[in-house]
């Protein structure tokens, strides 16, 4: 079961906003690679919160601009939503590295230091949906697709 910020373990009700909102993301990442559910939640706070002691003012900042949200709350278009499994991953230049996007997504569903990086976390989601990486250079402009398989 996919959880949100309206709705997520009871677990992770007394952690600060941040840290559950993030760890609420992590689980649902868990949850899409097939990890149980008893495994995913107790992983996902340990890492929530050192991603909580690592990261800077700005980037818990920036990570909490959406507010409530998490990419499974109320906008199926946020990256999550069943309409979104067909389409393929697009691995394109972020502010922050190099990012995965399902194509139609609103948001990133994840941020890589390096492109190689990039390319093989859009290689195991385009493969868990069966579908194809459509690689960019940082102008935006295809690189490349590749086939992946289901």
Known sequence: MPWSMKDYPASLKNLEKPVRKKAIDIANAMMD?????????????????????????????????????????ADPSSGSGPELMNKAEHVIKHKKGWAVKAEGAKRVSDIKDTKKEAIERAKEIAAHKGTEVIVHLADGSVQRKIKTGS
Do not use: C, M, V
């Not at 995913?40 to 818990?60: M, Q, V």
């Open 33 to 73: 690679e097939d990890y149980e559910e008893g495994r995913a939640i107790p992983i996902a706070t340990s890492k929530a919160k050192e991603w909580a002691e690592n990261a800077s003012t700005d980037e818990i900042d920036d990570f909490l601009t959406h507010d409530d949200e998490t990419e499974r709350d």
